[in-house]
């Protein structure tokens, strides 16, 4: 399996899961969407620097553009890839993003952590 075909399909279970699953409606919201705008931004800026200084190097074979030869850095748009990194790290970003926001809110509603407190945890009594 590619990693195209991987980073597709972790898309589409994260948006069934915010849609039928936890019915959170995330990506309803235009809040999501300028919260998310902020966030890929810097994902650009993070995986721009780790694929442009040659960090972290893909198989052309995995990608849907091609890998650059060994001496040469990957073009910064272009070739499938925008700030040198392949389209697919934005849909594994999406991919975490929008599920790291489902569980917090599906939690929060069930009341988890609703009012956190500082000091040892309840279950242990106070020694005298």
Do not use: C, H
Request: hydrophobic fraction near 55%; proline fraction near 6%; glycine fraction near 8%.
């Amino acid at each position: 399996m590619t990693y195209t075909a991987i980073g597709v399909m972790a898309v589409a279970l994260v948006v069934i899961a915010d849609l039928f699953i936890f019915r959170t409606r995330l990506i309803t919201r235009r809040i999501f969407w300028v919260s998310y705008a902020i966030i890929v931004f810097f994902q650009f800026i993070s995986n721009g620097m780790f694929t442009g200084f040659q960090i972290v190097k893909y198989d052309g074979d995995a990608i849907l553009g091609s890998t650059s030869p060994a001496d040469t850095a990957p073009p910064f748009i272009g070739d499938a890839r925008i700030a040198f990194a392949p389209v697919e790290d934005l849909l594994f970003g999406f991919s975490l993003v929008l599920l790291s926001l489902i569980l917090w809110v599906f939690w929060g509603r069930r009341g988890i952590d609703r009012t956190p407190f500082s000091g040892p945890p309840i279950w242990r009594k106070p020694t005298d």
